[in-house]
């Protein structure tokens, strides 16, 4: 991904085409500069039929089977006139599904006005979903964070701290426990959607952790592929901080701590650190303890609940005695 000169997120076209592995009906278009700007998608089953107010000519357009049925039912004088209004616009590209071959007629206007004539087999919804998928991601705001990010149990986990205070010897630890690392030192974070944040690693750090007096370490290399991941959803952060004896700190849990991302809420605890803490078992049990929290039994609630009853008890048996 990069950023064009407004600034805006874009994908190559010649990226998108490797990824979904389409096939290039129009090898005489350069393709270089061809970028993909909006995740959304389109099917030009109105335009085809001359409507074209309010077209998103900006976006992919997405041909499937009954475009196509329809586009066979016109005339040779209806093809040339209303393929050339459709091309003309600044179309990124077209991509047919189902391996259907467009009319030569199509292809030779394609040509002509330099838009991208795209094929795969995928069926027309499936392909919709995928692209749409991967284009969000792609294109989505992006950040960058100091921090470690681990998939531990399925949560994502982002580690964060001043610099050497043990997050990369914590993140080892809980590779060798059977978790995954996704990113060290670097986190990338998108915003795919008002509730997601996703996390990944610069290609130039991908899978490697710095180890102070040891240097770099390659984790897939060590470990296996089995223990790392390319991306993963950020569902809660671990801060790090050295520990100060005269900081209250939370020791029961009842009102979850959030901090903020892209305008996103992750839930976040403050972690103290001293001498004799196992960092990487905290970070186990507070990842095992927000899952459980996601499927419904929060343990801090039920310690609460315990209390008030056995105070409800106490009272009750104070009237009786009275």
Aim: charged letters at 25%; proline letters at 3%.
């Amino acid at each position: 991904m990069t950023q064009n000169g407004e600034g805006m997120a874009s994908v190559s076209l010649n990226s998108v085409i490797e990824k979904m592995n389409l096939k290039n009906l129009t090898p005489e278009i350069d393709l270089k500069k061809k970028r993909i700007t909006l995740a959304e998608v389109n099917r030009p089953a109105l335009p085809l039929a001359g409507y074209f107010e309010n077209f998103a000519a900006s976006r992919m357009q997405i041909i499937g089977f009954v475009e196509t049925a329809y586009m066979e039912g016109l005339t040779v004088e209806q093809k040339h006139d209303i393929y050339e209004k459709l091309l003309s616009y600044e179309i990124p590209c077209i991509v047919f599904c189902r391996e259907i071959q467009p009319d030569e007629i199509f292809l030779e206007t394609a040509i002509r006005n330099q838009v991208p004539i795209l094929m795969t087999s995928k069926s027309t919804s499936s392909f919709m979903a995928e692209i749409i998928r991967w284009l969000s991601v792609k294109l989505a705001p992006c950040i960058s964070v100091h921090g470690v990010l681990m998939d531990i149990y399925g949560i994502g986990v982002l580690i964060t701290g001043e610099s050497g205070i043990g997050k990369s010897e914590a993140a080892l630890e809980l590779i060798k426990r059977g978790h995954r690392l996704v990113t060290d030192d670097v986190v990338e974070l998108r915003k795919v959607s008002d509730d997601t944040l996703v996390g990944s690693a610069p290609d130039i750090t991908k899978h490697f952790i710095e180890l102070r007096g040891i240097g770099i370490v390659d984790v897939k290399a060590l470990f296996g592929a089995a223990a790392v991941m390319d991306t993963q959803q950020v569902n809660m952060v671990i801060r790090l901080e050295d520990w100060d004896k005269d900081k209250e700190y939370d020791r029961l849990g009842l009102e979850e701590n959030y901090t903020e991302y892209l305008g996103n809420k992750v839930v976040c605890h403050t972690l103290p650190i001293r001498p004799g803490r196992n960092l990487a078992i905290i970070c186990e049990s507070a990842a095992a303890n927000h899952r459980q929290k996601q499927m419904g039994y929060n343990a801090a609630k039920e310690l609460y609940a315990r209390v008030q009853n056995s105070l409800a008890k106490r009272r009750e048996e104070d009237e009786e005695d009275e």
